[in-house]
């Protein structure tokens, strides 16, 4: 008989024949996919009219691009608009590779028209979908598409594998070009004009005028189990998402599995994305997937408008049925919605913490100064809308990166002094005195050590009206370990802490009159921007950058810039 020592030794080095082995064919399986993306003017048809919008390839949506965890990306971007653009790609933790993240002016500057760059980044460790975006003004209105990251090749889903897998890419459009509107906000002060109509793949659907020939059709066969892959690519609203007669089981978010859990309605803001499954098990016939706001800011115009596709059974004709849908304002059933995810495995949440920041994330209002025209201090009383994290209005720079800047010791294109917290302790969702509404402007950043372990408790502000803010983080993935309403109170309210399972995600629905938590550790150096994903608050300054910096080993450390990177 053999020995227990030969048993175990014979154990150990079968064991590492076999993580050899895998670790090899899944090396052998990486692929790099090459990319030609054309950012160009294309005629649009919607709603009636026809438009010169900006696409990538000439297709509305853009190209999906369909990877497997591991896989590297070469995309080469040409600008042939006649607007600046750069492309991000949204969620994705392009460790070591910032100079490919894409938002202007943090660490590029923007592609001018004429010009063009390539984006290269490897998938590591990310499975679901994420999505791909302008980043570069209100470009992003018609500039997006799908990133589905399948297991890598051998790898299978943590639940059975779908029959069909659909892509769900919500949009908003406007019958105006939107980098109008929001070129018009700015120099009036006021709110943008809200979009005319929500999409579904481009599409609005149905409920619009001269839309329903082109309403887009998802297929099914009655008994299967299909995946959809939900994108909320609006500009600037969350939206309600459900499909009549079906439940849908949730099984990832933000390109991290969760545990799976059933619900009739989803709600995303902007940026997130939610893979669900659904079970063809009603009668034949054709069923409406709709979407339409969710609108939490008190008394604020939004888009009332519904947008559809269809769930078709096989043969089906009949009239779709319509789902119903929550209430514009319903606070509950979104709530319910964000506290059900849960990380699929046990997470590795950071229990040490080295910077215990405090960021509120609100509006504010900026007075005219006396002499200022009228027509440019339409919002409310005269005067302009802003919006600030920790009482800082965030100013991108403009004639350099804030990457390039660091890496390169550029002085005079930022500071690094953003508050670790409120400059002012005040009742932040209760009733903000007027004099606390002004914040100040400024391109300041906030330094990690490389390695550092970041909690942020993202407090939501009620200046002027409050409102649900979708919270984006560049370069990682965030726990989110607890949410809840009113002013977050450690004392209390740390008791709530999921540290056992909480979602891994990129960006973080900060509720309404509300609080978020968030923990992660700094181990992408680089320039990262965090920002409130509707794009109306980018432009007033809802955002701050993280720097986080080169660690001592060889991996940690930033590479020099491509050679093509754009300069300004
Ligand atoms: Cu989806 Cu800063 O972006």
Same mark, same amino acid.
């Given at each position: 008989?053999?020995?227990?020592?030969?048993?175990?030794?014979?154990?150990?080095?079968?064991?590492?024949?076999?993580?050899?082995?895998?670790?090899?064919?899944?090396?052998?399986?990486?692929?790099?996919?090459?990319?030609?993306?054309?950012?160009?003017?294309?005629?649009?048809?919607?709603?009636?009219?026809?438009?010169?919008?900006?696409?990538?390839?000439?297709?509305?949506?853009? /190209?999906?691009?369909?990877?497997?965890?591991?896989?590297?990306?070469?995309?080469?971007?040409?600008?042939?608009?006649?607007?600046?653009?750069?492309?991000?790609?949204?969620?994705?933790?392009?460790?070591?590779?910032?100079?490919?993240?894409?938002?202007?002016?943090?660490?590029?500057?923007?592609?001018?028209?004429?010009?063009?760059?390539?984006?290269?980044?490897?998938?590591?460790?990310?499975?679901?979908?994420?999505?791909?975006?302008?980043?570069?003004?209100?470009?992003?209105?018609?500039?997006?598409?799908?990133?589905?990251?399948?297991?890598?090749?051998?790898?299978?889903?943590?639940?059975?594998?779908?029959?069909?897998?659909?892509?769900?890419?919500?949009?908003?459009?406007?019958?105006?070009?939107?980098?109008?509107?929001?070129?018009?906000?700015?120099?009036?002060?006021?709110?943008?004009?809200?979009?005319?109509?929500?999409?579904?793949?481009?599409?609005?659907?149905?409920?619009?005028?001269?839309?329903?020939?082109?309403?887009?059709?998802?297929?099914?066969?009655?008994?299967?189990?299909?995946?959809?892959?939900?994108?909320?690519?609006?500009?600037?609203?969350?939206?309600?998402?459900?499909?009549?007669?079906?439940?849908?089981?949730?099984?990832?978010?933000?390109?991290?599995?969760?545990?799976?859990? !059933?619900?009739?309605?989803?709600?995303?803001? /902007?940026?997130?994305?939610?893979?669900?499954?659904?079970?063809?098990?009603?009668?034949?016939?054709?069923?409406?997937?709709?979407?339409?706001?969710?609108?939490?800011?008190?008394?604020? /115009?939004?888009?009332?408008?519904?947008?559809?596709?269809?769930?078709?059974?096989?043969?089906?004709?009949?009239?779709?049925?319509?789902?119903?849908?929550?209430?514009?304002?319903?606070?509950?059933?979104?709530?319910?919605?964000?506290?059900?995810?849960?990380?699929?495995?046990?997470?590795?949440?950071?229990?040490?913490?080295?910077?215990?920041?405090?960021?509120?994330?609100?509006?504010?209002?900026?007075?005219?100064?006396?002499?200022?025209?009228?027509?440019?201090?339409?919002?409310?009383?005269?005067?302009?809308?802003?919006?600030?994290?920790?009482?800082?209005?965030?100013?991108?720079?403009?004639?350099?990166?804030?990457?390039?800047?660091?890496?390169?010791?550029?002085?005079?294109?930022? !500071?690094?002094?953003?508050?670790?917290?409120?400059?002012?302790?005040?009742?932040?969702?209760?009733?903000?005195?007027?004099?606390?509404?002004?914040?100040?402007?400024?391109?300041?950043?906030?330094?990690?050590?490389?390695?550092?372990?970041?909690?942020?408790?993202?407090?939501?502000?009620?200046?002027?009206?409050?409102?649900?803010?979708?919270?984006?983080?560049?370069?990682?993935?965030?726990?989110?370990?607890?949410?809840?309403?009113?002013?977050?109170?450690?004392?209390?309210?740390?008791?709530?802490?999921?540290?056992?399972?909480?979602?891994?995600?990129?960006?973080?629905?900060? /509720?309404?009159?509300?609080?978020?938590?968030?923990?992660?550790?700094?181990?992408?150096?680089?320039?990262?921007?965090?920002?409130?994903?509707?794009?109306?608050?980018?432009?007033?300054?809802?955002?701050?950058?993280?720097?986080?910096?080169?660690?001592?080993?060889?991996?940690?450390?930033?590479?020099?810039?491509?050679?093509?990177?754009?300069?300004?």
């Amino acid at each position: 008989m053999e020995s227990v020592f030969s048993q175990t030794l014979r154990t150990f080095f079968l064991l590492i024949s076999l993580l050899l082995f895998s670790s090899l064919t899944s090396l052998a399986n990486a692929e790099t996919q090459y990319h030609e993306f054309v950012v160009q003017q294309t005629q649009i048809k919607r709603l009636c009219e026809t438009h010169n919008s900006i696409t990538v390839n000439g297709q509305f949506p853009g /190209p999906t691009l369909e990877v497997n965890n591991g896989d590297t990306l070469v995309v080469h971007v040409v600008n042939k608009a006649r607007y600046n653009v750069t492309i991000h790609w949204h969620g994705v933790r392009q460790m070591l590779t910032a100079w490919a993240d894409g938002p202007e002016f943090i660490t590029q500057c923007p592609i001018r028209p004429g010009g063009s760059y390539t984006y290269r980044f490897t998938i590591s460790g990310q499975e679901g979908t994420l999505w791909w975006h302008a980043h570069s003004s209100w470009v992003r209105a018609t500039v997006y598409g799908a990133i589905i990251i399948h297991p890598k090749l051998g790898d299978s889903y943590p639940f059975p594998k779908p029959k069909r897998e659909s892509v769900i890419a919500l949009g908003e459009w406007w019958d105006a070009n939107p980098i109008d509107v929001i070129r018009e906000a700015m120099r009036t002060g006021a709110s943008p004009n809200v979009s005319d109509a929500y999409t579904i793949n481009g599409q609005p659907g149905d409920l619009y005028k001269c839309s329903s020939q082109d309403t887009v059709k998802i297929p099914v066969d009655s008994g299967e189990i299909n995946m959809l892959r939900v994108i909320n690519s609006a500009l600037n609203q969350q939206l309600f998402v459900t499909v009549a007669n079906h439940k849908l089981t949730v099984v990832g978010a933000d390109a991290s599995y969760v545990k799976p859990f !059933t619900t009739k309605v989803l709600m995303l803001g /902007p940026g997130q994305t939610t893979d669900v499954l659904i079970k063809a098990d009603q009668p034949i016939g054709r069923y409406y997937i709709a979407a339409r706001a969710y609108a939490s800011a008190q008394g604020a /115009p939004f888009d009332n408008t519904t947008t559809t596709a269809i769930l078709e059974y096989k043969t089906a004709t009949s009239n779709p049925i319509m789902p119903p849908l929550p209430a514009y304002n319903d606070t509950a059933t979104a709530t319910a919605f964000t506290t059900s995810f849960r990380n699929l495995e046990k997470a590795l949440v950071p229990t040490e913490i080295d910077h215990n920041l405090v960021i509120t994330a609100g509006l504010g209002i900026n007075q005219c100064p006396p002499n200022t025209r009228a027509r440019n201090c339409q919002g409310p009383n005269g005067t302009r809308f802003t919006a600030s994290m920790n009482n800082v209005s965030f100013v991108l720079p403009s004639n350099f990166s804030i990457l390039q800047a660091h890496q390169q010791g550029i002085p005079g294109v930022f !500071t690094t002094d953003f508050p670790a917290k409120p400059p002012v302790t005040f009742d932040y969702t209760g009733n903000v005195s007027q004099s606390l509404w002004q914040p100040i402007q400024g391109t300041k950043v906030y330094k990690l050590e490389y390695g550092s372990r970041v909690q942020i408790v993202l407090q939501g502000t009620q200046i002027f009206t409050a409102e649900n803010h979708p919270i984006h983080l560049h370069g990682y993935d965030f726990y989110v370990v607890a949410e809840g309403f009113g002013n977050f109170n450690p004392k209390t309210d740390t008791a709530k802490f999921n540290l056992e399972d909480p979602p891994l995600r990129n960006t973080v629905s900060l /509720p309404v009159k509300g609080w978020a938590v968030i923990r992660f550790v700094a181990d992408n150096p680089g320039t990262w921007i965090m920002h409130c994903h509707l794009d109306v608050h980018i432009g007033w300054g809802l955002a701050t950058v993280f720097l986080v910096e080169d660690g001592v080993g060889p991996l940690q450390k930033l590479e020099k810039p491509p050679t093509d990177l754009p300069v300004c």
